[in-house]
């Protein structure tokens, strides 16, 4: 048997037990609940589907439940804004460093000149993509972001959750004031209610695990589908996406998760994360308990263990 085929049966074996060794870590998590819809998600829920170059898929737990994106989809709004824009025109209004602030501070934005977010994966940041992926309307521009997920996840019922998606744009009073600072200092564009309605909309996609898994491993490949070999994403942008998940995708732990499981990852507020082996897997996590740097608690054990047992860490 090649050792690709090896690898991937002792996956499947061990992994329903690493699961349930992992999901006794979400007694010690919080699930979010600043936007009000989250909080209904199980807490000692933990699923993961790993998929592999021939679509192939190991998984385990609790991969069939419905979460929403949150901030995994900050990810391809990126993507979505440089293949509109190009590098330049999106780099005049984010930065590419890390802050060791909160995802949702605004605290740098006032402290260090030019004032723009620090970097794409922070909700100032995102907000600011947001602004700049093309179309004539909130409508069109949810549209099109749908359209590029679906086609990513290979899943064209992909949809937004209306329920989380109500829920955020009630209660998001920072991300609004954030959104007004952003267009008082010229750095967003156009109506900043749109822009946070577009925002809010790409943030409450449902998705499962395997729909994590399958967008992953277009970015495992580089940007072209290997599974019907289709070119989906420009090389470049790929690389500029998975070194904003390795500096700053999994919060104020990306350094630790570096160093833990090596891999390009970005979590999101409702315990999922996306992550890969490049060249090798997409892989998608869900486990809603999250730790003190608001990383699924038991989703990150389970990654760490997967990388030890399979050396997976690319440093
Ligand atoms: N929609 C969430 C927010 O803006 C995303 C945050 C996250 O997942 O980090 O607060």
């Not at 933990?46 to 190991?58: E, S």
């Not at 749908?146 to 109500?166: C, G, I, T």
């Not at 010229?186 to 909309?201: A, H, K, S, T, W």
């Not at 491993?217 to 690389?239: C, H, N, S, W």
Request: glycine share 10%; charged share 20%; net charge negative.
């Amino acid at each position: 048997m090649p050792s690709d085929d090896i690898e991937f049966e002792r996956i499947r074996e061990k992994l329903p037990g690493f699961v349930e060794a992992s999901r006794k870590r979400s007694a010690h998590g919080k699930v979010a609940s600043y936007i009000p819809e989250l909080s209904k998600m199980p807490k000692d829920a933990l699923g993961i589907a790993i998929m592999d170059g021939n679509g192939r898929t190991a998984s385990a737990g609790d991969c069939e439940i419905a979460f929403t994106m949150q901030s995994i989809s900050k990810v391809f709004t990126l993507i979505l804004a440089l293949m509109d824009n190009g590098e330049a025109a999106v780099f005049d209004k984010v930065g590419m460093e890390p802050t060791g602030d909160n995802f949702n501070s605004m605290l740098k934005l006032e402290l260090v000149q030019p004032g723009i977010p620090f970097n794409p994966l922070i909700n100032a940041g995102a907000i600011a993509v947001t602004s700049l992926i093309a179309g004539s309307s909130p409508q069109e521009k949810t549209g099109r972001v749908l359209a590029f997920f679906r086609q990513l996840a290979d899943n064209p019922s992909l949809d937004v959750d209306k329920s989380v998606y109500e829920s955020e744009a009630a209660t998001a009073n920072l991300n609004r004031s954030m959104g007004y600072l952003l267009k008082d200092r010229g750095v967003l564009e156009g109506n900043v209610e749109e822009v946070l309605d577009v925002y809010f909309r790409h943030c409450s996609v449902s998705v499962t695990c395997a729909d994590i898994a399958r967008m992953a491993l277009v970015l495992a490949f580089g940007g072209t589908d290997p599974i019907t070999g289709k070119p989906l994403i420009p090389r470049r942008y790929v690389q500029i996406a998975k070194t904003f998940m390795t500096t700053c995708g999994m919060y104020n732990a990306s350094g630790e998760f570096a160093i833990q499981v090596g891999l390009p990852a970005k979590s999101g507020v409702s315990g999922g994360i996306l992550t890969m082996v490049p060249g090798r897997y997409g892989i998608g996590v869900v486990g809603p308990a999250l730790n003190g740097k608001g990383n699924s608690i038991a989703g990150v054990h389970l990654m760490e263990t997967l990388s030890r047992e399979f050396d997976w860490s690319m440093f």
